[in-house]
């Protein structure tokens, strides 16, 4: 694990780091959906071992994957705050239970009998069973069968389409959960930028909490878990969400979360900045892209606890789908390398807009713009000579809350760091 030499300037002291962090706090789970997500797979947990249950005593081990496992969890659409919430079933099935029975049994078992609670809100899908939610959250759950004599957590997993019956499925090797803990391994927290992070999203939660007792809504429950994420956690859920962008009106399958997770896994802790982080990992992917593509093959990507669990199993499908997303990579990389260089706001909205979507961007520039305006008329910023752009004192780092909700926030949200 790479150690972190002290910074050498105030973490988030530049406009366009200030405002990445903005967008990312934007589009994240917030608090309260955490823990909403977290009370519903336990719920959802209990409901599979109840009395009558056909896998009652069967369920060994209930857990997060993928992103809820990491910290990275982003809404799955642009216009809509929808979040898809993964976690593991570990069944004490035999070894040799078929594709098809495995995914069919978790499915009988979460749906239930007619009239209960999740009867009209599971869905049988490929290799997991999704329960839908009416508030636009998504719990997929996925059948595991642990390989006894492997790593921990080692486990077989299904692949049927409920659609095609006759097709007899297949099994794959996965460790969903050696994945996460290779992953929080190489992206550790530096400090002193996690603090500052964590504060920006306390205060803009505190925010949304004021404006919810405005308008006489339920608050949002405050003394939670706190959001201390790595600079690489969090551009990660930024290549998410450009990811999301880019595809939004695409058909077919998205590069997936697991091997962008893994690649900036790989090249976590080679800077002090969050743009040039961003830049770093972007490069980085289109890196490794190109090496594959020029040698004429698709990508290859591996969970590196387990070299069977392959994370491009089902995506680049051909060798056009990876030049697609080559060429993604090539227009993010030129587009952050503006950022980090130095532009105008009106420049750097416009770049991060294209990259991030309208919402969170225009939210975040709404915010900056307000309150920092309050503090150039203040004497308390100055513009830096030749770029048209804004030096900021450390206190800037309290600029995230929602720019309709500016009352000094009670809260700070200090305590246990966040992992799920």
């Known amino acids: ?76 659409k642009l216009r809509t705050d929808e979040f898809d919430i993964d976690v593991v079933a570990q ?18 078992t979460i749906r239930g009998e007619p009239g209960s609670r999740y009867y009209r809100m599971a869905e049988r ?24 004599g492997t790593p921990d957590r080692q486990s077989l997993i299904f692949h049927h389409r409920a659609e095609a ?51 006489d809504s339920d608050p949002v429950p405050p003394q939670e ?20 962008v880019q595809y939004d009106a695409r058909s077919g399958r998205r590069p997936p979360s697991i091997m962008i997770a893994k690649l900036v896994g790989d090249a976590a802790n080679h800077t002090e900045r969050l743009s040039e982080e961003l830049l770093h990992q972007a490069q980085h992917m289109l890196d490794v892209f190109r090496h594959h593509h020029d040698q004429g093959r698709l990508v290859h990507v591996a969970n590196p606890v387990c070299d069977e669990d392959v994370l491009t199993d089902r995506w680049p499908g051909s060798p056009r789908d990876q030049a697609i997303f080559i060429g993604d990579l090539e227009d993010l990389v030129g587009k952050v390398e503006r950022l980090v260089a130095g532009c105008d706001l009106a420049e750097m909205q416009e770049i991060m807009t294209s990259l991030f979507g309208e919402a969170p961007t225009g939210e975040a520039f709404r915010t900056f713009n307000q309150q920092v305006g309050d503090m150039v008329r203040d004497g308390r910023s100055r513009h830096r000579t030749g770029t048209g752009g804004l030096i900021l004192p450390a206190a800037a780092s309290s600029v995230a809350a929602p720019a309709t909700a500016r009352a000094t926030p009670r809260h700070t949200f200090y305590g246990d760091d966040w992992e799920g």
């Not at 069944?91 to 009988?108: C, K, T, Y």
């Not at 490929?126 to 059948?143: E, I, K, Q, S």
Request: hydrophobic share 40%; charged share 25%; proline share 8%.
């Open 1 to 76: 694990m790479t150690m972190h030499k002290p910074p050498s300037r105030t973490p988030l002291s530049d406009p366009a780091d200030l405002l990445l962090a903005d967008v990312a706090i934007r589009v994240q789970l917030t608090r309260t959906d955490y823990n909403k997500a977290v009370d519903r797979y336990q719920t959802v947990n209990d409901w599979i071992e109840r009395d009558g249950s056909p896998l009652k005593d069967r369920a060994d081990l209930f857990y997060p994957q993928g992103s809820m496992a990491i910290g990275a969890t982003i809404a799955s």
């Open 91 to 108: 069944l004490d099935l035999p070894p040799d239970v078929s594709p098809q029975e495995a995914l069919d049994l978790l499915f009988e």
């Open 125 to 148: 899908r490929t290799r997991c069973v999704t329960v839908n939610y009416a508030d636009d959250m998504h719990l997929d759950v996925t059948p595991m069968v642990r390989m006894w």
């Open 165 to 215: 019956p006759q097709e007899p499925g297949f099994r794959l090797i996965a460790n969903p959960y050696g994945f996460a803990e290779w992953f929080k391994l190489n992206t550790p927290l530096d400090y002193a930028f996690a603090d500052i992070f964590e504060k920006r999203a306390g205060e803009y939660e505190e925010g949304l909490r004021m404006l919810a007792e405005k308008a």
């Open 225 to 244: 878990p706190p959001f201390r994420k790595s600079k690489a956690v969090i551009v990660l859920q930024l290549l998410k969400r450009w990811r999301n």
